[in-house]
């Protein structure tokens, strides 16, 4: 889960990072009322890149000109998103711009401290001179020392910057941060040191036991929380269906990262076009027993056959535990199902009227497991096709595509 | 290698509804469960296994243990797993999914000092055909042989076993590293392994894009395996997108070490080609290779 | 640095540790005000034990006998100590009662953590029942579930009686204190636990990074973020004179404690009578120069000639890297101090007038370091007399004493 | 034991005020200090001390480091501890008082696993007359010779040896491992290596009341030291009395698990002698027994 600035910013603040004075603004009016002195820099606060660039961030030396930047920027889009808050700072004057990050490598397993000496609003240089350390063992502030050196900093400024990298790190080990960013780090000629601008990821898995970094998801309302409020064991599905290709006629539907992106794989290589592909999940929650597939299924199926451009739902489903036939049963229930009200996964808000509109999708399912026959029987009495091999699968599917293409 | 029947295993979080479930499936297939454990629940028994409020009572009890399998929550896993380190236990199957990345990174520092061998977590574990169960592969797709199974996801693997299995090729042995970020062991790690095992005459490789581990491995493969080495990679028509933040670019490219291109398929591919290790396109070409290369193994140039 | 009782529960709440609903009551007026239900207890907040016995815990199930009850016990001293503030607390139904404490154990350089299924206010028991089990690697919540196995909890009180012990240990890490007690911690028929009361005891020498923990310090205003407050180098003496014999007439001041309490024993093997013994600090703070020796060596001097009672002051300092003739000099400029206004150590806000009486108190110095005989010559012009031989100062210090006998 | 002039020394926390009056003195001495380490200040020398921002830097620059004493504030001095042993140091000398005992304690485990040497802290260090100093023991006060004084304070420990040597009896070495209440190496460590070390023909141990070091020490004695020790107890005449909190009685006698009347010097001098120990009743009978013990070493029964 990404943050906005502001809030970066608060969690700096509360861990000891020096950031500028600010103030959060609601709306321009706010700016009527500001407790910190003139000149100050506008910012929009969107989780996109590049409002810099994009007139996002604007300065302002007095009320009349703070509201009317403010009117500006919360009607500037920054790569199609719309700021609901802005953020007043107070100026800060900067003799040099450092790049300092602490963020999880999944490929050492470890967390890498990051650092350069050119920080700001160019990344190639900042990239250019970037440094690295690994923290191999529990951290200790010589980590951040390290680094520091590396970057080139002495005397002073070594101190303070060791400093704010520790202040950094303790913040992402208790908060189970994904990322601490902070760009730039100035520094004015006094050898101060402010954090500018910042960046925090929180990691989704671990939000759980955070609850008040989890309340500040901002994208989508009670967000992460709510996932985690389902009783156990509950059906769950992921927020996003994937779109491979927007001309697609086809849905995939299978359980599981991998074997989702196999059979992806397989149609786009006989030729075919899956516009979504959906992964109901793995097996191994802890709180769900096998038979929570069914239902995850049968919320799968609803999903994807909501959109019309879908001709045919390829289901392939690798069973641990579940008999096939209590899978295919699941399916016989979902195409008995009466059109219904759901909540759209896309945008939980909305409600969206499904109407069943004819032609249905055409249902391929390829199914692996025990109970194999029973489960071809149980699916005989509905219009589903069952195919038992993956590749015939998906010939099965082209083949149902080219007839039902207009 | 040491799985064999013999094993001693507890299993950690019995109670939890797919620890429940699989326990008694382990059993049934020959694993040597010894105890199960759960705070608050030490003294019942669930199908016919008892139950320990601890590792250590287990231990008292049961004698020494080789090997925890546990379903824990993922924010007890760390915990779990540390009592079970505590305890001797020197094997851990951890099949939860959603245990924080940090508390992986502790638990690896840990495992490493005191090497323990980690697997997972969010993985289905270990499964030796006919012999030991460690997780909750279905035995009806395996059956026994001499290819060794190494992936990082759960069904599909299944899927890949049970075509060479239909195919009349048995498995020595199929383990699965794990789905998440940060997971307790390596493909170099096993790879090398398998490498060793007696009961191993090929490996299949079973990858999927996103992270550098298959790039690792077929560095390691070019390195230091001789065993012969089949790869199919997952993920090749997934569409490019990332997210991107006003971080982004600097986090992506620096942070994990990756190049613009690390992580795709074509990447992992052409690493593997590169190592001498042959890609299979689809999951049912996978039995057709491998018997080519039983029957005559390619001599590795080192 | 020990807490009083509604500190050591604030902190409780604030790691999660259930406590009851309560209040501080500055003055018994306040309890018009109170937003928790009755009845309530009032309990004295004092750093003295024995205060149930003794009548500081009163319950009241109404305003006016509140009312009546904190009126009594803020005139209620328990052990000498009268409260400055009081607890109202909601009453918490008790089944059972349990003993909970996280310590560290100087034998074994481990934090431990112990527990007694019998805890309350029978300490006996308490204690025949207590378990332990020690930290010996980095914490988990394993360690806290090993203790409530021994003390023969099972079910969910396990489960909740280690969530509370986890806490515990949490809290004593993050905030480094020497001990978290809970006793009791109550559990209800419905096997919810409560911690009833609570001790906490800060670490001294961490109190620097914890100025929130430091300003709990009720005991003497500022207290120990005076000290570390003060300009590095700068002088420092205890805060606290040990009293060794009430009918003493020999101060003994050296510098270390070992030394100190050898050259007490020394001067009460001779038959002498310490009244006062004074460490005036050894030689490893990293901030301190050998030369702030003479400073405080004045203090320390000025500190004991104030008490009267006082004939003989035996000075024995090992000096270091300091000449001794650094040493008698100080000695030497204190003899000509003018007579000031100081504050008193012991309770740093009242000034007292010094009246440097008539018979001021002899001096025997004993000394050992470089340049002695230096040292020697500069104090033949004073007073005070030099003896190079340890045994042979105790002797002539004795000897003083009876001189000036009356 | 490799205390000698050929071992390589750095200084930690060299700027502290502490630090610059006793990194001079040490090598004026004769110790081997190849650098001083203070961050912020690298480049600088300091009486001729090579000054560098982290150990690590020293290390590539002088070669190997056997031993760091650390003079660094209280608050640092963990952060030193545990650079120095990521730079390959194994033996370290902590000087500073006041550092917190939570850091000690994280600083012990992370010394056993090294398998590193602490001293201190609130410690003077180590000297091996006219060979080495390690920390700020005053030399004048010390002459070479074959016993070793052990102890937990300063002052008092440069008052035996100074009584030592004006009765011309030389030391080994001494060594003070600090007074504070959780330090880095235990009176049992010491006695063994002192009993191991050729130069030591007898012990001189330096005790005081509190805690049960010296009860350990004692039983360490009797059960495992050939050596001739002789021991001293500082404050036989101190008020018994102990704060006592409303938790006080269960903590003072459960906790720390001493019995009511250990840490006193009662129960010190008792557990010594009965371990065979002579107990001087003064400082100044030091030196006699000293001599007595060499000329006619007690034979032990064991």
């Not at chain 1, 000109?65 to 953020?87: C, Q, R, S, W, Y």
């Not at chain 1, 400093?163 to 000629?189: G, H």
């Not at chain 1, 409020?229 to 599905?237: D, E, I, K, T, Y």
């Not at chain 1, 399912?365 to 219009?383: C, F, H, I, N």
Request: proline share 6%; charged share 20%.
């Amino acid at each position: 889960m990404d943050l906005l600035e502001y809030q970066a910013k608060e969690l700096f603040r509360d861990a000891g990072i020096p950031v500028p004075a600010y103030q959060r603004i609601d709306r321009p009016a706010d700016l009527k009322s500001l407790t910190i002195p003139y000149p100050i820099a506008i910012k929009s606060q969107v989780y996109m890149g590049g409002r810099g660039r994009l007139g996002g961030v604007r300065m302002a030396s007095n009320t009349i000109d703070a509201i009317a930047a403010a009117h500006t920027i919360f009607n500037l889009p920054i790569m199609g998103e719309l700021p609901k808050v802005l953020l007043a700072e107070a100026k800060f004057e900067i003799d040099q711009e450092l790049y300092l990050a602490v963020v999880l490598n999944r490929s050492i397993r470890r967390p890498v401290l990051l650092g350069s000496a050119q920080g700001g609003i160019d990344v190639q240089t900042a990239i250019a001179q970037m440094q690295q350390v690994v923290v191999d063992q529990e951290f200790s502030p010589f980590y951040a020392r390290r680094l520091v050196l590396k970057m080139g900093l002495s005397g002073d400024l070594l101190n303070a910057v060791t400093d704010v990298i520790e202040r950094m790190y303790r913040l992402f080990l208790n908060k189970d941060l994904d990322l601490v960013e902070i760009n730039p780090l100035a520094v004015n000629t006094a050898g101060e040191v402010m954090a500018l601008d910042g960046k925090v990821s929180a990691n989704d898995a671990a939000l759980g036991r955070h609850p008040a970094l989890a309340a500040l998801d901002m994208r989508s309302g009670q967000g992460a929380t709510l996932k985690e409020s389902r009783p156990p064991g509950a059906a769950w599905l992921p927020d996003v269906l994937s779109t491979v290709d927007p001309d697609g006629q086809i849905g995939v539907l299978a359980n599981g990262a991998g074997l989702t992106m196999a059979t992806m794989d397989l149609v786009c290589q006989a030729g075919g076009k899956p516009l979504n592909c959906l992964n109901i999940g793995g097996e191994t929650r802890s709180d769900a027993l096998p038979e929570d597939l069914c239902e995850r299924l049968e919320q799968g199926l609803e999903l994807l056959s909501r959109n019309k451009q879908i001709k045919v739902i390829l289901v392939n489903i690798v069973s641990g535990t579940l008999p096939c036939s209590r899978v295919t049963q699941a399916i016989a229930k979902f195409l008995q199902r009466p059109v219904s009200i759901v909540r759209s996964v896309n945008s939980p808000h909305d409600e969206v009227r499904l109407s069943r509109v004819k032609p249905f999708p055409s249902l391929v399912v390829r199914l692996v497991g025990v109970q194999l026959q029973e489960a071809e029987l149980s699916l005989a009495k509905t219009p589903a096709i069952f195919v038992e091999d993956l590749d015939q699968a998906i010939t099965q599917t082209l083949s149902l595509v080219r007839k039902r293409e207009p | 290698m040491n799985f064999t029947a013999t094993n001693t295993v507890i299993i950690q979080g019995i109670t939890e509804p797919l620890g429940a479930c699989y326990a008694p499936l382990m059993q049934a297939y020959g694993t040597t469960v010894v105890a199960g454990i759960s705070s608050g629940n030490g003294g019942r028994s669930l199908a016919g296994i008892p139950v320990f409020d601890m590792v250590e009572q287990a231990l008292s009890s049961v004698g020494a243990i080789d090997t925890s399998v546990i379903f824990s929550p993922p924010y007890a896993a760390l915990d779990a797993a540390l009592e079970a380190i505590a305890a001797g236990v020197r094997t851990i199957i951890l099949v939860s999914q959603g245990v924080p990345p940090l508390d992986m990174v502790h638990l690896i520092r840990k495992a490493e000092a005191t090497e323990t061998l980690i697997v997972g977590p969010n993985s289905p574990g270990i499964i030796v055909p006919h012999q030991l169960l460690l997780g909750i592969h279905p035995p009806e797709l395996y059956k026994p042989g001499s290819v060794g199974i190494l992936s990082r996801n759960g069904t599909l693997t299944y899927e890949v076993a049970w075509s060479l299995s239909q195919a009349g090729i048995g498995q020595s042995i199929a383990v699965s590293i794990g789905d998440d970020a940060i997971v307790g062991s390596t493909l170099p790690q096993w790879l090398q392994m398998l490498d060793e095992d007696d009961q191993t005459d090929a490996i299949v490789l079973v990858g999927e894009i996103g992270g550098d581990s298959e790039e690792l491995a077929a560095h390691y493969i070019a390195e230091a395996i001789d065993k012969p080495v089949i790869a199919y990679i997952a993920g090749r028509s997934a569409p490019r997108g990332r997210r991107m933040g006003h971080a982004g670019a600097i986090i992506e490219s620096q942070a994990t070490d990756f190049g613009p291109d690390i992580g795709t398929a074509e990447s992992k591919i052409t690493a593997l080609k590169r190592a001498g290790v042959p890609v299979a396109e689809r999951p049912s070409e996978i039995p057709e290779i491998v018997r080519k290369l039983l029957k005559h193994p390619l001599k590795k140039v080192s």
